[in-house]
């Protein structure tokens, strides 16, 4: 599939740089803030990175402490909500359709991943609003195949939807941002039917290495597949 260049326009890159810095801040002020395993980054290599999203603090938490600045994908109807549309808009989320097949969406994160740089995306689809996973769906799996780069799984512990409610009582919640290490999975060869599994069983093992990251009440419909590394 042929891919055109991507850039990041000026604009955008100007309000990531005021973006990231006043979110990292008000994290670090409405609540403690704890990394762990950022030596698991390929920094300045391309690479995706897989998170369970329960909330939606889950995105700004990733974006605005990951050693370098990432692109992210974010559904289409969140855009259209007051407040939450406006920041993604600033910061350039590239919005999908949520179940629909978009070439053109194919096409840019492929030119993304072209130019080296890292991409944010959540398997699951949409917020869960507990702290236990819900199935990936393919979408994850797709990508893995046609990009061929590691994907960095990331589990985030304590960004429940209460997060701002408990911050705002004095709580100081605690956030944990926990990077695992660089999954490499082998090109899909299946055809048919078993080309849709395989990415399915890759979109699995991508959020079974994040349960390995995360506490027992996490993992959801991964409950006992969790992979440690």
Do not use: C
Request: hydrophobic share 40%; no cysteine.
């Amino acid at each position: 599939m042929p891919t055109k260049n991507y850039r990041v326009p000026f604009h955008i890159r100007f309000n990531r740089i005021y973006l990231r810095f006043g979110i990292r801040t008000l994290f670090k002020i409405m609540g403690r803030v704890k990394v762990v395993g950022q030596e698991n980054v390929p920094l300045g290599k391309p690479y995706v990175i897989a998170i369970n999203h329960i909330s939606i603090f889950d995105p700004p938490l990733t974006v605005s402490f990951w050693p370098e600045e990432p692109e992210v994908i974010g559904a289409a109807d969140v855009f259209e909500k007051k407040g939450q549309g406006t920041i993604l808009s600033l910061y350039g989320v590239i919005p999908v359709h949520r179940g629909d097949y978009d070439r053109a969406l194919l096409e840019k994160i492929l030119a993304i991943i072209k130019s080296g740089r890292p991409l944010v995306i959540a398997p699951e689809g949409g917020r869960s609003h507990e702290p236990a996973m819900r199935r990936a769906m393919p979408g994850v799996g797709y990508i893995i195949e046609h990009t061929q780069v590691p994907v960095i799984p990331v589990g985030l512990v304590g960004t429940l939807d209460d997060f701002w409610q408990r911050a705002k009582r004095g709580e100081k919640p605690l956030l944990e941002m926990r990077i695992g290490k660089p999954i490499i999975f082998p090109p899909i060869t299946q055809k048919g039917a078993e080309r849709r599994e395989a990415r399915q069983y890759n979109a699995d093992l991508v959020m079974r290495h994040i349960a390995g990251l995360l506490p027992e009440e996490y993992h959801g419909v991964y409950a006992g597949q969790a992979i440690s590394s």
